[in-house]
């Protein structure tokens, strides 16, 4: 039973370039959250999928965007790229909206914008 | 705005004792609380769940604690191991929509 599956788990863009992250939920899950966690620090909540609409947004600009795919996997996309933006993005994935029916991390991919 | 902090930022220990992390929120209206484990350049392995009308959660080594009227939260662990040697962290969730917000972790070391 795979759990959560991220690619790229390394990558490396350029400021201004564009960038999208990859996610595939465990399996049985269907919602899949995305986090942005800095060196040093927790993770931050950018947004959540649930039924390939997005359901919660955290605090992030609108070069943040996403897509849930009809067999529940999801992309994160990053435009605009800013040196700020380097960090460890983690995907969760979980059965509905509520974390107490299990909350699953990825390895996470480790961007780095130079 | 919910603010989680965590206290120490880092912690060093032998081999065999028994240590106690610490979680304080600025919102006691919260939904659940949980602890979770991070290795280095890993992702976050859940570790215990705390709902808002319990008191506290047992696995194995590990005990947490909720007190949501004081804002707090603690995680004991019994028995250090150098296995243990990670980033805890501890996150609450506010209302059930998955929007966790965490706390910048406690570097553990246990030394053998």
Known sequence: ?114 | KQEVTQIPAALSVPEGENLVLNCSFTDSAIYNLQWFRQDPGKGLTSLLLIQSSQREQTSGRLNASLDKSSGRSTLYIAASQPGDSATYLCAVEANNNNDMRFGAGTRLTVKP
């Open chain 1, 1 to 114: 039973d795979a759990g959560v599956t991220q690619s790229p788990t390394h990558l490396i863009k350029t400021r201004g370039q564009q960038v999208t992250l990859r996610c595939s939920p465990k399996s049985g899950h269907d919602t899949v959250s995305w986090y942005q966690q800095a060196l040093g620090q927790g993770p931050q909540f950018i947004f959540q999928y649930y039924e390939e609409e997005e359901r919660q947004r955290g605090n992030f600009p609108d070069r943040f965007s996403g897509h849930q795919f009809p067999n529940y996997s999801s992309e994160l996309n990053v435009n605009a790229l800013l040196l700020g933006d380097s960090a460890l993005y983690l995907c969760a994935s979980s059965l509905g909206w509520s974390v107490r029916y299990g909350y699953t991390f990825g390895s996470g991919t480790r961007l780095t914008v130079v």
